[in-house]
């Protein structure tokens, strides 16, 4: 298997001299197309240094962020927005929705920006798959937090990305919701034959996942 | 586009406020530049209907119309297509007996010369002690053979004519001969080229040699601006007109600048989704050019509906041409005001929505 997103010996520090702090060390990460990977750490660990670096957001201090075997930080600005928009999905900590836009409009967005007519069929049948064809009209405010997580899972797949990046998706969701949403996950990686990084504290979810890093003051380690 | 027109359309009450708030403004600057062009059209619409291009005055009048002396002879310095000699009265036309007094501007030229009006009904001057009324003089009671006063002395004239409507300086013209408003006046010369007028008006005239004989050369544009009190008005008006463009253009600033500051987490999301800021500006400025646009015309509907109910003594005068431009003017501070935001959105990190 080739590795869709892969970071190599990434280090990153914050400041300089007495005052730097080293929120990566040396991390090593790649996840393959149809893995589901959880990194998991304390709040603090650097899970969203990585997140953010892996996204292309913030460059590393050294070492290589390679998506689809490109080298994210030696592109422009421009390139990695477009990168961001074409090949990562994001579920972000509470909702990334647009508050004015309903279910169908926030898919029908993403199809605008990319200058395409609405995909009406994929919208369906994504909304289908995550049980929200019901929904396809409500607003975020009208939405449960597991479905508003579930509507940032279809709008997340609808671009079809090669990697998808979760950053606390259960965050604000209890355990049963929880579940059902690192359940889907699990199954649209497998199903869609995509690569999908998910960043818990989380102890629970960890089971449903292919592949599992730890990561802990900076130190990243794959769980075997 | 799909953003900034879905968001208004979801924050209606937001957005038909500040919509209301540039409703009031072009409303203001509309209404303003309509009494502006009123009383423009009150001081010059008599020489406007002249269609004439200079004026030659006495040297020492200040470039002033009443304040300039010269003799009908003095005619002889001028070379032009049409050249006609103008005196003026702003005075008082009153019926014999006192029945009806209006202030008027009183304007005489030669019987045949070229600002002499188009009479509607009635007849041309072609006698001594004749006038001429504009047809707004018809309401206040004066009508054809009528014999009437100017000014404070005992000779009357008789009313042998009526032209449209026309005004100078404020109030309605009549138009008579030189000679006689010169008898109406009891001036001591009331006939002969030795009698006293204001000055001379042309249609592309010109001295015809070097020594002018005391005359000096005014263009017609300049003529205006001179009238007293014309430009000082002109200016006050416009000058608000102006302060309201800039006042526009702050408070679609103002506001476009605290919604982005409410909304920057929600641009951070769209930024770590790839959207990126131009996408962003594009929203700002669609919803802005709405807001100003449904402004703009919901005020012009005003402005011309007000117009029609407007009584006749508050000149109004739409000038669809500057209308156009001030609404583009208008618009344009909306979009001016809009990318005031440009850095604020530009400057967002989108890693503020992750972690």
Same mark, same amino acid.
Request: net charge positive.
């Given at each position: 298997?080739?590795?869709?997103?892969?970071?190599?010996?990434?280090?990153?520090?914050?400041?300089?001299?007495?005052?730097?702090?080293?929120?990566?060390?040396?991390?090593?990460?790649?996840?393959?197309?149809?893995?589901?990977?959880?990194?998991?750490?304390?709040?603090?660990?650097?899970?969203?240094?990585?997140?953010?670096?892996?996204?292309?957001?913030?460059?590393?201090?050294?070492?290589?962020?390679?998506?689809?075997?490109?080298?994210?930080?030696?592109?422009?600005?421009?390139?990695?927005?477009?990168?961001?928009?074409?090949?990562?999905?994001?579920?972000?900590?509470?909702?990334?929705?647009?508050?004015?836009?309903?279910?169908?409009?926030?898919?029908?967005?993403?199809?605008?920006?990319?200058?395409?007519?609405?995909?009406?069929?994929?919208?369906?049948?994504?909304?289908?798959?995550?049980?929200?064809?019901?929904?396809?009209?409500?607003?975020?405010?009208?939405?449960?937090?597991?479905?508003?997580?579930?509507?940032?899972?279809?709008?997340?797949?609808?671009?079809?990305?090669?990697?998808?990046?979760?950053?606390?998706?259960?965050?604000?969701?209890?355990?049963?919701?929880?579940?059902?949403?690192?359940?889907?996950?699990?199954?649209?990686?497998?199903?869609?034959?995509?690569?999908?990084?998910?960043?818990?504290?989380?102890?629970?979810?960890?089971?449903?996942?292919?592949?599992?890093?730890?990561?802990?003051?900076?130190?990243?380690?794959?769980?075997? | 586009?799909?953003?900034?027109?879905?968001?208004?359309?979801?924050?209606?009450?937001?957005?038909?406020?500040?919509?209301?708030?540039?409703?009031?403004? &072009?409303?203001?600057?509309?209404?303003?530049?309509?009494?502006?062009?009123?009383?423009?059209?009150?001081?010059? #619409?008599?020489?406007?209907?002249?269609?004439?291009?200079?004026?030659?005055?006495?040297?020492?009048?200040?470039?002033?119309?009443?304040?300039?002396?010269?003799?009908?002879?003095?005619?002889?310095?001028?070379?032009?297509?049409?050249?006609?000699?103008? +005196?003026?009265?702003?005075?008082?036309?009153?019926?014999?007996?006192?029945?009806?007094?209006?202030?008027?501007?009183?304007?005489?030229?030669?019987?045949?010369?070229?600002?002499?009006?188009?009479?509607? &009904?009635?007849?041309?001057?072609?006698?001594?002690?004749?006038?001429?009324?504009?047809?707004?003089?018809? +309401?206040?009671?004066?009508?054809?053979?009528?014999?009437?006063?100017?000014?404070?002395?005992?000779?009357?004239?008789?009313?042998?004519?009526?032209?449209? &409507?026309?005004?100078?300086?404020?109030?309605?013209?009549?138009?008579?001969?030189?000679?006689?408003?010169?008898?109406?006046?009891?001036?001591?010369?009331?006939?002969?080229?030795?009698?006293?007028?204001?000055?001379?008006?042309?249609?592309?005239?010109?001295?015809?040699?070097?020594?002018?004989?005391?005359?000096?050369?005014?263009?017609?544009?300049?003529?205006?601006?001179?009238?007293?009190?014309?430009?000082? #008005?002109?200016?006050?008006?416009?000058?608000?007109?102006?302060?309201?463009?800039?006042?526009?253009?702050?408070?679609?600033?103002?506001?476009?600048?605290?919604?982005?500051?409410?909304?920057?987490?929600?641009?951070?999301?769209?930024?770590?989704?790839?959207?990126?800021?131009?996408?962003?500006?594009?929203?700002?400025?669609?919803?802005?050019?709405?807001?100003?646009?449904?402004?703009?015309?919901?005020?012009?509907?005003?402005?011309? &509906?007000?117009?029609?109910?407007?009584?006749?003594?508050?000149?109004?005068?739409?000038?669809?041409?500057?209308?156009?431009?001030?609404?583009?003017?208008?618009? +344009?501070? +909306?979009?001016?005001?809009?990318?005031?935001?440009?850095?604020?959105?530009?400057?967002?990190?989108?890693?503020?929505?992750?972690?």
């Amino acid at each position: 298997m080739t590795a869709v997103l892969a970071l190599k010996q990434i280090n990153k520090e914050f400041g300089h001299g007495h005052t730097a702090v080293t929120a990566l060390k040396d991390a090593n990460f790649e996840v393959a197309a149809g893995q589901f990977v959880a990194i998991i750490g304390p709040s603090g660990s650097g899970k969203s240094t990585f997140l953010t670096i892996a996204a292309g957001l913030q460059t590393p201090t050294s070492g290589q962020v390679l998506l689809n075997g490109t080298e994210l930080a030696t592109q422009t600005e421009k390139a990695r927005l477009d990168y961001r928009f074409n090949e990562i999905g994001f579920i972000l900590q509470s909702s990334n929705l647009i508050p004015f836009l309903n279910v169908t409009e926030q898919l029908k967005l993403v199809d605008k920006m990319a200058k395409r007519p609405f995909q009406k069929e994929r919208a369906q049948k994504l909304l289908a798959e995550l049980a929200l064809s019901e929904e396809a009209t409500a607003y975020p405010n009208e939405l449960s937090g597991g479905e508003r997580q579930r509507v940032a899972i279809v709008r997340a797949l609808y671009n079809d990305p090669s990697v998808i990046l979760a950053d606390e998706p259960t965050a604000s969701l209890d355990t049963p919701r929880s579940i059902d949403v690192v359940e889907r996950l699990a199954k649209e990686a497998h199903q869609h034959n995509k690569a999908i990084v998910m960043v818990t504290h989380d102890q629970r979810l960890i089971s449903h996942c292919d592949v599992v890093y730890r990561i802990e003051d900076g130190v990243m380690t794959r769980q075997a | 586009m799909y953003l900034g027109l879905k968001e208004m359309r979801h924050e209606k009450l937001r957005y038909s406020l500040l919509s209301g708030v540039l409703l009031l403004i &072009s409303l203001v600057v509309f209404m303003l530049a309509g009494l502006a062009n009123g009383l423009s059209n009150g001081n010059r #619409e008599a020489i406007d209907n002249w269609q004439a291009s200079d004026v030659y005055l006495n040297q020492n009048a200040n470039e002033t119309l009443s304040a300039s002396q010269v003799k009908l002879a003095d005619q002889k310095y001028i070379k032009g297509n049409q050249v006609a000699p103008l +005196a003026t009265l702003s005075g008082t036309l009153r019926t014999t007996k006192n029945a009806h007094k209006t202030n008027v501007s009183a304007l005489a030229t030669s019987r045949k010369g070229f600002i002499m009006p188009k009479i509607t &009904s009635g007849h041309r001057i072609n006698g001594k002690n004749q006038l001429i009324i504009s047809a707004s003089l018809k +309401a206040d009671g004066y009508k054809l053979g009528q014999r009437v006063r100017l000014g404070t002395t005992k000779k009357t004239a008789k009313i042998v004519g009526i032209y449209a &409507s026309s005004t100078y300086m404020i109030a309605p013209t009549v138009y008579t001969d030189v000679a006689t408003l010169n008898r109406l006046k009891d001036m001591p010369v009331t006939s002969g080229d030795q009698q006293t007028i204001n000055g001379f008006v042309a249609k592309n005239g010109a001295f015809k040699q070097s020594n002018h004989g005391g005359l000096q050369h005014l263009t017609m544009a300049t003529f205006i601006n001179k009238l007293p009190g014309y430009s000082a #008005e002109q200016l006050t008006l416009n000058t608000m007109i102006y302060f309201l463009f800039a006042i526009a253009l702050a408070i679609i600033g103002i506001f476009m600048f605290v919604l982005t500051l409410q909304k920057q987490a929600l641009f951070g999301v769209l930024k770590v989704q790839g959207i990126g800021t131009k996408h962003i500006l594009a929203a700002l400025l669609t919803q802005s050019i709405a807001m100003a646009v449904i402004g703009i015309v919901i005020g012009l509907g005003i402005t011309v &509906s007000l117009a029609q109910i407007m009584p006749a003594g508050l000149p109004f005068v739409i000038n669809w041409p500057q209308f156009g431009g001030y609404s583009l003017a208008l618009l +344009a501070a +909306a979009v001016i005001g809009a990318l005031l935001s440009w850095r604020t959105v530009a400057n967002i990190d989108p890693a503020i929505a992750i972690g």
